[in-house]
């Protein structure tokens, strides 16, 4: 039986849970598609909110002292300074305190909606991050192929071309942590393709309780990834570029084909954006890149598509290696504005 408000035990159990960050995948689901069917739903899990949100403003009104230090606790949660209240900075200080957010498929926390629902300038906006990798504790590599969505068994991990989790080497340390993923080959075993000069990695996510609870505002979807290459990276005449993509759908796309296949995400993507800049062979330092896409009211799920590209040489009849280049501190924001929408 779907779950609705009337079965309260279950539903507060849920919001207790993902509060609390216990939260399970299956539990993610489930609350999700009653927080997007049922208004008493909503409701109720703005009243815990709401509770939280008080208490959270009362406890700051004692200790002051710890607003400063939020922005380096949860750097995602940020918004438009001189458009928003004390009261609005104590919601922020609730995220990290009272909702620990942050599931295998996509953060859906207090704080995100407490974003959406306190009151703000007309003119401000507000921005929620709902996903964030930086690899401490992730997977060893990355899993062949692209995701193909929810009930992907590999869901929750990295899928793509060959790249694997290391720590600092080469003479690059990660942005921030021990680890960052290292780009290997433009293939993946069982595809062995020649014909790429492309490495891919991919994710998927569910921004649904995020975009379903953002009423009445026009939301800009942005993905940011650093990258950075060795100075050794570099062959002589070769060239490079790094890559960031967003797609945008309105339903999960457990339906696509297997496997699926890049035209396919092109053809049935709701929203799109690209960028690709040069990364500079010699030059240390990470580079941030950002995308930006503008979504639609029926956007729901997101494709995450971050690549390194070896632009000269270009495609031959072996995939091409790359020997030192790596991405860190991958985000997806929601940039969510009134009046656009």
Known sequence: MPLTASNRHR????????????ITAEEHRELTTALETDPEARKAWYLRNDIDLALATKAAGRREELLAPFSVVNPGFAANPGGFSKRFRAAALAGPVLAAAGVAVGVFGASAVWAFTVPRSPAAETVVRVFSESFEGSVAATVPALPRGLRDPAGNVWRGDEARVVTARQGVAPVAGAWMLAFERSTFVGEDSPASA???VYRFVDARPLLVLAEGGGVTARLS???????????????YSASVRIYAFDRDIADSPDPLPLNWVLDNCVAS?????PLVCGQA???????????????????????????????SSEPAVFRGHFVDDISLELHESRGLR
């Open 225 to 239: 990834a650093s990258f950075a290459l060795a100075l050794n990276a570099c062959a002589d005449a070769e060239a």
């Open 273 to 277: 954006g690209m960028k690709k800049v």
């Open 198 to 200: 492309w490495s891919d």
């Open 11 to 22: 539903l507060h159990d849920l919001i207790s849970r993902q509060a609390d960050g216990l």
């Open 285 to 315: 330092g990470w580079q941030r890149v950002s995308v930006d896409a503008s979504l639609p009211p029926n956007a729901k799920f997101f494709l995450l598509h971050v690549s390194a590209v070896r632009d000269v040489p270009g495609p």
